[in-house]
Structures are given as C-alpha cells and as structure tokens.
C-alpha cells in the first residue's frame, strides 16, 4: 500500500464503554471490469479482507468485493473491555499484508 | 536438446492456460454482465435458514440519491443485545443492480459491543441493497432500500 491506513481509535476508554473505530485505507480498489485505454482489461487488485485483532483474538472483520468504493472506508464498534495494542491488518488479492497497531488503556 | 524441448512443453502450457483463461472471462462477461435480484436472492438462500424479508431489526441508513456512484456511504445497524449467547454473526451488503451482488460481509463477534457498521461502496446504477443479518442462532434477517444513482461508479 503506498500510504498508510489510517485509523481513529480512542487512547483511553472506560471499561465496558463502546467506542466507535474509523479505519481509511489507501488503495485503488481495482474491480477488474475496466479496461485500459488498448482495450486491454485492468486485472483486479482490491483489498479483500480487513481485520482488527486484540491478542491475536479477532474482535471485528470484513470480506470485501471490488463494489467497496477505492480508499475503503469501513466503521464499527468495539467493546473496551482490556487495555492493549489492537492491530488492524488488511489484506490484498496478492496477499500482501498492511498492519497499522494502536494502543488503548481501559480504566 | 532435450532441455530445449522441455522449454517448449512448458511454452505450450502456458499458451494453453492463457487461451483457457481467457475463454472463462468471456463466458462470465457474456452470461453475468450485471446481477439481477434473482442473483441477490441466490446469495442470501445460501445463508441458510429461512430469511425473514423485511425485518425491523435492520436499520440502512443510505441516500435517498447519490450523485456520484463511485463512493456511496452506507451505514447499517441491527438491533442486538450483543451477548454470547445473543449476537450478530455476520452483516452482509449485497448490491442487485452490479456486475456481481456482493459488496461487504463483515464478521462481528460479542467484543463488537454494538452491531453498527459503515463503509462506502460503488453503485453501477440506480437500484435496490439488500443486507441479511446472521444471527448467533442462525436465523437470517433482511432488509433493502432503494438508491437513485445519477452516476454510475463502476467504470467502463
């Protein structure tokens, strides 16, 4: 990925509070149905899985297809129910793998 | 020599997977140009259990119009203790009007606290989305809305 995701998660949180998590990652999102300006398809190369782990455990994770828009934007929520660095991990068509990791402290 | 003839076998294989290749694109572009709701519905029967249409529990908070088809932002909640022995399994978003229905599933679990989820996707024309809610118990809910796309976000 060229740039890194971006993710917004709170630094502290009080136990048992929900607290809503804002990920932005940047990519083009290539569906495959396009073609060059040959005439030649664009082979497709999307993000296709996202996740957010805390502990190896996953919390919250998301399939995606070539119709989630380019730069996947994807909110949600989690539980504060332990301190520690939660790690957000994308994965492409070609298996690469981007890890952004964030620490939050549960009170 | 023997190695050169090798070198062609795996020429001709190559050649051979390139045409095979190809001949599978052309038959998805000819047969499966856009989905269908028919196609929407094939994917949500695979779900199993018996879909209740319709459902309350499903909020889809869309535009009524978007303009730009490209980044339509959708936003789904689903009422839910979110417990362990009460939850939402997973959140599927399907899009009936695209070259394929599937847009996004997304995976939740008891840590996820609430089931409320948002994403942006890309919408080929104006038409309905459907999201199914699997519950923990297994019982599948859905609900669709409507979008009027101006124009469309899936390239030429």
């Given at each position: 990925?060229?740039?890194?995701?971006?993710?917004?998660?709170?630094?502290?949180?009080?136990?048992?509070?929900?607290?809503?998590?804002k990920?932005?990652?940047?990519?083009?999102?290539?569906?495959?149905?396009?073609?060059?300006?040959?005439?030649?398809?664009?082979?497709?190369?999307?993000l296709?899985k996202?996740?957010c782990?805390?502990?190896?455990?996953?919390?919250?994770?998301?399939?995606m297809?070539?119709a989630?828009?380019?730069?996947?934007?994807?909110?949600?929520?989690i539980k504060?129910?332990?301190?520690g660095?939660?790690?957000?991990?994308?994965?492409?068509?070609?298996?690469?793998?981007?890890?952004?990791?964030?620490?939050?402290?549960?009170? | 020599?023997?190695?050169?003839?090798?070198?062609m076998?795996?020429?001709?294989?190559?050649?051979?997977?390139?045409?095979?290749?190809?001949?599978?694109?052309?038959?998805?572009?000819?047969?499966?140009?856009?989905?269908?709701?028919?196609?929407?519905?094939?994917?949500?029967?695979?779900?199993?259990?018996?879909?209740?249409?319709?459902?309350?529990?499903?909020?889809?908070?869309?535009?009524?119009?978007?303009?730009?088809?490209a980044?339509?932002?959708?936003?789904?909640?689903?009422?839910?203790?979110?417990?362990?022995?009460?939850?939402?399994?997973?959140?599927?978003?399907?899009?009936?009007?695209?070259?394929?229905?599937?847009?996004?599933?997304?995976?939740?679990?008891?840590?996820?606290?609430?089931?409320?989820?948002?994403?942006?996707?890309?919408l080929?024309?104006?038409?309905?989305?459907?999201?199914?809610?699997?519950?923990?118990?297994?019982?599948?809910?859905?609900?669709?809305?409507?979008?009027?796309v101006?124009?469309g976000?899936?390239?030429?």
């Amino acid at each position: 990925m060229a740039n890194q995701p971006r993710v917004k998660l709170p630094k502290t949180a009080k136990s048992g509070e929900l607290v809503q998590v804002k990920t932005l990652a940047s990519h083009d999102m290539e569906t495959g149905n396009r073609k060059d300006k040959e005439g030649k398809a664009i082979p497709r190369l999307i993000l296709k899985k996202f996740s957010c782990t805390l502990g190896g455990a996953e919390i919250f994770g998301a399939d995606m297809h070539p119709a989630v828009s380019a730069n996947p934007y994807i909110t949600f929520y989690i539980k504060a129910e332990k301190s520690g660095s939660y790690v957000f991990t994308w994965t492409d068509d070609n298996g690469e793998v981007t890890t952004v990791s964030q620490d939050m402290a549960v009170s | 020599m023997s190695k050169s003839t090798h070198q062609m076998v795996q020429m001709d294989r190559r050649q051979a997977l390139k045409v095979a290749g190809a001949g599978v694109l052309a038959m998805g572009f000819a047969t499966a140009a856009h989905a269908t709701p028919e196609d929407a519905a094939m994917a949500i029967s695979k779900l199993g259990g018996s879909a209740k249409a319709d459902s309350a529990k499903i909020t889809i908070d869309l535009p009524e119009i978007a303009e730009n088809g490209a980044t339509v932002p959708v936003n789904v909640t689903v009422d839910s203790p979110m417990t362990a022995a009460d939850h939402v399994k997973h959140i599927h978003v399907f899009a009936e009007g695209n070259p394929s229905p599937e847009v996004i599933s997304f995976n939740l679990t008891p840590s996820t606290g609430k089931a409320d989820v948002g994403t942006r996707m890309r919408l080929g024309k104006t038409q309905n989305v459907v999201v199914a809610a699997v519950m923990s118990d297994g019982s599948v809910h859905v609900n669709k809305k409507e979008v009027k796309v101006t124009i469309g976000g899936c390239g030429g």
